[in-house]
């Protein structure tokens, strides 16, 4: 009942460029189908980093605004957002309980922030230019922060106090973490290295060296038998962590490779690329398995949900996007603004939001255009958005979406004289939702 008074007060936001839903239409219906949302402010923020919660219940995105967002997994409402940094937010990570959240911003410091009350508890200042990277230690004890004066340093949590620095990249860091463990520490570089450390005493044990330009992400698996880097170079390389030796070289991304992740139980690999593409890899041949397409801008960061069922990714289009790991199916949509509105959209065209701006709402097709207002009831559907970022497995998002919005449209007349042509003079570039299956 909450999330339909939620509806009636409007779904809108106002942060968001043209964003473009496509329809679910019947075989008889080929005329083009969307929603639009009609600029009236900037372009959303890049999406800058991502990090999903141990129990997959809360999503964190960091923010070129210098933000940190975050959602509630489940139904892609915005719960909270963190506002401090004074830069864009390079990386983020959530406590193993979920109770703590770390960011890195390029304002070169370190913030540790309260979930539930969204208080900034400690500041970690220390590095001399922007931080690139940040983890927390299995056990909470401590944090680790790596940045573009090279070095990586070791917090304590409790008291703030700088117990370690990690000097040996010839250029910046670009990427750290923890074992599961937490006995080792992984590092990656822009000076075209991936290097291997012991946590407690700082020594460095290896140096994986094989990428021919800087390495923008690196991951061990979480039985710490292998290491995933992807770089500039546009490839992804899997080493043996035990002896450093390459295993295997994978080759599709046609720009560097800028993210990538390892699947909870290690059988699949996931990168993210300057292409604007996610690809889904096999951990045992190194086949691609599928092409995950949709963003229209760089893809910056991307992660699992620990049920390895669903894959998440963020893009400098400003977009926060939850996909289908089986399917490659987009399943939701989620943007932000800087004032704590937000949007969630599905393939379908049903969405949940927050605010009120009905004027900036338009239901699209072809070159007509309709108000927005006589659809709410059909189309802001939180439940509807909760039911695809669950799969849709009880087919409910595809019974509803299925001609029931042709026969509305059929219905109602258009605004006069108002269409896509005249509506779109001096929009930002849309921001397209493939269809589910494209």
Same mark, same amino acid.
């Given at each position: 009942m909450r999330n339909m008074r939620l509806c009636r007060l409007g779904c809108a936001i106002g942060a968001a460029a043209l964003v473009a839903i496509t329809g679910?239409?019947?075989?008889s219906a080929q005329e083009e189908l969307r929603i639009e949302l009609v600029p009236k402010t900037p372009q959303p923020d890049p999406v800058a980093s991502l990090a999903v919660s141990f129990d997959g219940t809360r999503l964190l995105a960091g923010s070129a605004d210098g933000t940190v967002q975050l959602w509630d997994a489940p139904t892609g409402a915005l719960l909270q957002v963190f506002a401090g940094h004074s830069d864009r937010v390079n990386s983020v990570a959530f406590s193993l309980d979920g109770a703590f959240v770390l960011s890195g911003s390029a304002d070169t410091t370190v913030r540790l922030w309260d979930v539930e009350s969204g208080a900034p508890l400690r500041t970690f200042a220390g590095h001399s230019g922007a931080v690139a990277s940040v983890a927390f230690s299995p056990d909470g004890a401590y944090v680790l922060s790596g940045g573009r004066d090279?070095?990586?340093k070791l917090w304590d949590v409790a008291s703030g106090a700088l117990l370690r620095s990690f000097e040996g990249h010839a250029?910046?860091?670009? /990427?750290?973490?923890? /074992?599961s463990d937490g006995a080792l520490i992984l590092s990656a570089g822009a000076d075209h290295t991936v290097k291997l450390w012991d946590a407690a005493s700082g020594i460095l044990l290896r140096t994986f060296a094989g990428h021919s330009a800087a390495v923008a992400s690196a991951v061990l698996s979480g039985d710490g038998a292998y290491v995933l880097s992807g770089g500039s170079d546009r490839t992804l390389r899997l080493w043996d962590a035990a002896t450093g030796a390459l295993l295997r070289t994978l080759n599709g991304h046609s720009a560097g490779v800028t993210a990538v992740a390892v699947s909870p139980?290690? /059988?699949r690999l996931l990168s993210g690329s300057a292409d604007r593409s996610l690809k889904l890899w096999d951990t045992a041949t190194?086949?691609?398995?599928?092409?995950?397409?949709?963003?229209?801008?760089?893809?910056d960061t991307v992660g699992f949900l620990p049920d390895g069922l669903r894959v998440v990714s963020g893009s400098m289009d400003g977009t926060t996007r939850i996909w289908d790991a089986a399917t490659g199916d987009q399943l939701a949509i989620l943007i932000a603004s800087r004032d704590g509105r937000w949007l969630a959209t599905t393939p379908a065209g049903f969405f949940a939001a927050s605010g009120r701006s009905a004027d900036m709402l338009t239901v699209v097709r072809g070159a007509e255009s309709y108000p927005v207002v006589k659809f709410y009831e059909q189309l802001c559907r939180p439940d509807l958005v909760e039911e695809a970022l669950r799969g849709d497995?009880?087919? %409910?998002? %595809?019974d509803a979406a299925q001609g029931a919005l042709v026969r509305l449209l059929d219905r109602t007349p258009a605004i006069p004289g108002e269409t896509r042509d005249k509506r779109s003079e001096g929009a930002i570039k849309a921001l397209p939702v493939a269809a589910p299956g494209q």
């Amino acid at each position: 009942m909450r999330n339909m008074r939620l509806c009636r007060l409007g779904c809108a936001i106002g942060a968001a460029a043209l964003v473009a839903i496509t329809g679910v239409l019947p075989a008889s219906a080929q005329e083009e189908l969307r929603i639009e949302l009609v600029p009236k402010t900037p372009q959303p923020d890049p999406v800058a980093s991502l990090a999903v919660s141990f129990d997959g219940t809360r999503l964190l995105a960091g923010s070129a605004d210098g933000t940190v967002q975050l959602w509630d997994a489940p139904t892609g409402a915005l719960l909270q957002v963190f506002a401090g940094h004074s830069d864009r937010v390079n990386s983020v990570a959530f406590s193993l309980d979920g109770a703590f959240v770390l960011s890195g911003s390029a304002d070169t410091t370190v913030r540790l922030w309260d979930v539930e009350s969204g208080a900034p508890l400690r500041t970690f200042a220390g590095h001399s230019g922007a931080v690139a990277s940040v983890a927390f230690s299995p056990d909470g004890a401590y944090v680790l922060s790596g940045g573009r004066d090279n070095v990586m340093k070791l917090w304590d949590v409790a008291s703030g106090a700088l117990l370690r620095s990690f000097e040996g990249h010839a250029d910046a860091i670009t /990427s750290v973490g923890f /074992s599961s463990d937490g006995a080792l520490i992984l590092s990656a570089g822009a000076d075209h290295t991936v290097k291997l450390w012991d946590a407690a005493s700082g020594i460095l044990l290896r140096t994986f060296a094989g990428h021919s330009a800087a390495v923008a992400s690196a991951v061990l698996s979480g039985d710490g038998a292998y290491v995933l880097s992807g770089g500039s170079d546009r490839t992804l390389r899997l080493w043996d962590a035990a002896t450093g030796a390459l295993l295997r070289t994978l080759n599709g991304h046609s720009a560097g490779v800028t993210a990538v992740a390892v699947s909870p139980d290690g /059988s699949r690999l996931l990168s993210g690329s300057a292409d604007r593409s996610l690809k889904l890899w096999d951990t045992a041949t190194g086949a691609l398995l599928r092409t995950l397409n949709g963003h229209v801008r760089e893809v910056d960061t991307v992660g699992f949900l620990p049920d390895g069922l669903r894959v998440v990714s963020g893009s400098m289009d400003g977009t926060t996007r939850i996909w289908d790991a089986a399917t490659g199916d987009q399943l939701a949509i989620l943007i932000a603004s800087r004032d704590g509105r937000w949007l969630a959209t599905t393939p379908a065209g049903f969405f949940a939001a927050s605010g009120r701006s009905a004027d900036m709402l338009t239901v699209v097709r072809g070159a007509e255009s309709y108000p927005v207002v006589k659809f709410y009831e059909q189309l802001c559907r939180p439940d509807l958005v909760e039911e695809a970022l669950r799969g849709d497995p009880d087919g %409910k998002l %595809k019974d509803a979406a299925q001609g029931a919005l042709v026969r509305l449209l059929d219905r109602t007349p258009a605004i006069p004289g108002e269409t896509r042509d005249k509506r779109s003079e001096g929009a930002i570039k849309a921001l397209p939702v493939a269809a589910p299956g494209q």
